[in-house]
């Protein structure tokens, strides 16, 4: 059975920085591509960012470029996501997912395997 499984969100101050990791349970992270997503109150799930298995492919929603950064470390099978630079606007449940491939994908339906999601609150 396949898991994945977000920790390392919380509340922070607008400016502040997080990192959210992503360990998986039953799936190999390094024949993955994988990305992070988020759902914000009242809003549908959105993209956030992307990476390929080899990690030398990344991909960024505009609203988080220059701010967030995805990497993985395939040998702990985990992927994080360090964001700075909080803002209210980036106030969601964040989730990890794993592609349906090796390649760094943006669309929802190229990913099979999901996480519970992380709460992350940003207040200003």
């Known amino acids: 059975q396949v898991q994945l499984v977000e920790s390392g969100g919380g509340s922070v101050q607008a400016g502040g920085s997080l990192r959210l990791s992503c360990a998986s349970a039953g799936l190999t992270v390094s024949s993955y591509g994988m990305g992070w997503f988020r759902r914000a109150p009242g809003k549908e799930r959105e993209f956030v960012a992307a990476i390929s298995w080899t990690g030398l492919t990344t991909y960024y929603a505009d609203s988080v470029k220059g701010r967030f950064t995805i990497s993985r470390d395939n040998a702990k099978n985990t992927v994080y996501l360090q964001m700075n630079g909080l803002k209210p606007e980036d106030t969601a449940v964040y989730y990890c997912?794993?592609?349906?491939?090796?390649?760094?994908?943006?669309?929802?339906?190229?990913?099979?395997?999901w996480g519970q999601g992380t709460q992350v609150t940003v207040s200003s």
């Open positions: 997912a794993a592609a349906r491939g090796t390649r760094a994908v943006t669309r929802n339906y190229d990913y099979d395997y």
